[in-house]
């Protein structure tokens, strides 16, 4: 069968929004290994962008449940928009926010952060905001 290079493939998966990469993905098991792989290393080179060590910063996210928020995380989902963005902002469980920090003071040697404890909404009569997360900038 017929095959593009890698590279061309990636390019014209650069200019497809998100909702045309999931319509993409969603047509076969081909389609959606090309996809999954194109996200994946447009996440590398999004975080390349911002860390001296990818890897460990999104390691250091999925083992502490911590997600990206903000005009960077809409930078990556949007990608033919134009957001201006110079931090990122994490949004992390309480419980695991002094790990998350140690991970990636340890892959980056130092870090500026502005901490911030907020209450996080659950479902519960009794106390409708019991959960405490931090937000580091």
């Known amino acids: 069968g017929f095959s593009l290079p890698h590279e061309l493939q990636s390019h014209i998966l650069l200019l497809c929004d998100i909702e045309s990469l999931i319509q993409l993905k969603n047509t076969n098991r081909f389609l959606e290994s090309i996809v999954l792989e194109e996200l994946r290393r447009s996440w590398k080179r999004f975080l390349a962008c911002h860390s001296d060590d990818p890897a460990a910063l999104s390691q250091a996210m999925q083992s502490t449940g911590t997600v990206l928020s903000g005009s960077a995380a809409l930078r990556w989902l949007d990608r033919c928009g134009q957001w201006d963005n110079n931090d990122l902002d994490f949004y992390c469980p309480y419980d695991t926010f002094q790990a998350f920090v140690q991970q990636v003071i340890k892959s980056e040697g130092s870090v500026l952060l502005e901490v911030k ?21």
């Open 117 to 137: 404890s907020i209450k996080t909404p659950v479902q519960s009569v009794s106390d409708p905001y019991p959960i405490d997360a931090g937000i580091c900038q």
